[in-house]
């Protein structure tokens, strides 16, 4: 059974940073796309960072370039979201979210596998 944990969410001051981990267990997810996306307080799932199974370098939405870094590590099983200068538009539960294809994307429909989240909370 594949799992996705997500941790590392909390409440944090505007300007300040937060890193989120998400562990997948079940199958490898060295050769496959990751995400984060996240949903804010009456707002739609968004696509937050992308990684590629394969050579192609990491995307990220409009709203956190240049702020947030997505990486993977431990031969994909982890993946994390550093996120830098925190602002209150920040505020969302975090998903972390992977697909059987390498190819990575910012379309909700294209992940398999999804966590229960975590909430990030930006005070300003």
């Known amino acids: 059974q594949v799992r996705l944990i997500e941790s590392g969410g909390g409440l944090v001051q505007a300007g300040n940073s937060l890193r989120l981990s998400c562990v997948a267990s079940?199958?490898?997810?060295?050769?496959?796309?990751m995400a984060w996306f996240r949903r804010g307080p009456g707002k739609e799932r968004e696509f937050v960072a992308g990684v590629s199974g394969n050579t192609l370098g990491p995307s990220y939405g409009d709203s956190v370039k240049g702020r947030f870094t997505i990486s993977r590590h431990d031969a994909g099983t982890t993946l994390y979201l550093q996120m830098d200068n925190l602002n209150s538009d920040d505020t969302a539960t975090y998903y972390c979210?992977?697909?059987?294809?390498?190819?990575?994307?910012?379309?909700?429909?294209?992940?398999?596998?999804w966590g229960q989240g975590t909430q990030v909370t930006v005070s300003s």
């Open positions: 079940g199958r490898t997810f060295r050769n496959s796309a």
């Open positions: 979210a992977a697909r059987t294809g390498a190819m990575r994307s910012s379309s909700i429909g294209a992940y398999n596998w």
